[in-house]
């Protein structure tokens, strides 16, 4: 008698599993098609990998509404965004670039001291550039 060795299909980490909403309502259409014969549901269930509760669950979502073309989705409405935001994130951005290019302008006008300072050339002051 030889044994094969069996490779099992579970993973390291258990996840919930989620149903859509089509889903549900097939598998729900499928019990209640099979609910004469003996034994059809429990094999669907056992087919499906599900338990009986999960049947009685979507049958109360169902009867309360909750399981037709569009449950009510959870968690907070989202609120529409600002135009002004947009506007303010947009001028903040110009206000930094337009800080860093004034930065970057003094550190060239320092620059340019330094090495008229080492090369001993003078600098023109703005009062002897409007006299030529």
Not at 35 to 51: F, Q
Not at 69 to 74: C, D, H, N, Y
Not at 79 to 105: F, G, H, M, N, V
């Amino acid at each position: 008698m030889t044994v094969m060795a069996r490779t099992t299909e579970v993973s390291a980490k258990a996840r919930r599993r989620r149903f859509s909403t089509p889903e549900k309502l097939r598998i729900l259409r499928e019990a209640d098609a099979c609910a004469g014969e003996k034994g059809a549901v429990t094999a669907l269930l056992r087919r499906e990998g599900l338990y009986s509760s999960h049947l009685t669950s979507w049958r109360a979502q169902m009867a309360a509404g909750q399981l037709g073309p569009s449950p009510k989705k959870r968690g907070p409405v989202p609120t529409p965004p600002d135009p002004r935001d947009k506007q303010i994130a947009e001028l903040e951005r110009r206000a930094l670039q337009a800080e860093a290019r004034a930065d970057r302008a003094e550190r060239l006008v320092e620059l340019q001291k330094k090495v008229s300072e080492l090369l001993g050339v003078p600098l023109l002051g703005p009062e002897s550039e409007r006299k030529r």
